[in-house]
């Protein structure tokens, strides 16, 4: 079904064709999700968000991009909106372990992420890799995140997040800069 | 040197190839229930103590403010003197 009739369709509450879009854009969003968040139940609690939120404010989506695009950029803002909501409770918890020092070296917490999608030899390093992702500033995050694991082309990034192509570019290169800087202080740590 | 950049790209490109995970094959009937309770919920108890505590403190506060407006019994006398003298004065001039 073409955009269009499935926007239409969507205004009109037909739950079939709500079914079918949550079917089809579930992996897209979930995967989204899963990468930003770093956390199986939080990517599912934030992927029941999304849709949700795509059913109940269908009525806003002036259709000047893709559908997924919009969806997309819902899946973004609910999982940097939970990230935020995590920290500020970290910030009040009374036993926080100090882990990182202020020259911003690879914080070396308890617990890795292994994404489940990533092939079999790949997963410790994926892990550090997230790791890694983890401490870079939202933006970069989610650009390299989105290129990455939904392999999507700096013109759908920008679209997403309301940027130019240009500017992804510029997140892009900055993200793997850092990356390299903290993976590079993480070998020197441990692979040494 | 060399073996610190080979494994820094080898981490960089360890996510090649990454799948898409499979979903919850639930989501859609959670969804579902959580929107139909959304639409059966009432106004929720919390919102309507905070909106009766507004409405009392407001209450409370214009009265607090008539009570200051007004004026007190011996002011009120005293305006009521300082009129009586002014009509005097005024019935003096006349005659």
Redesign the interface.
Known sequence: MKDKEVILQLKARN?KT??EL??EL??????TC?GLLQNEQDA?DA??EV??SV??SIHTFKGDSKLSTWIYRIAVTKSLELIRMKKRKKRFAFLQPFLKNEDGEFKSEVSYFY?????LE?KE??A??FK?IDQLPANQKTAFLLH??EDLPYSEIAQIMNVSVSAIESLMVRA?QN??RL??SY?EKN?K | MEQ?EQ??N???N???????????PY??T???E??NSAKRQTVPARMIWITTCLLLCISILNIFTIHMLLPKKEQKNELYQLSSELIHKNSFNYN
């Open positions: 739950h709500f079914e949550v079917r579930q992996p897209k969003v979930f995967n899963l599912q992927t029941q849709f949700i059913f109940q994404h489940p999608g990533v092939q790949e390093r994926a550090i890799l890694a990455k694991t793997k990356l390299r993976l590079a070998y692979e | 610190k494994w820094i080898e981490a960089l360890s996510l090649n190839g990454i799948k898409r995970p499979e979903g919850n989501l859609h959670r969804i579902m959580r929107l």
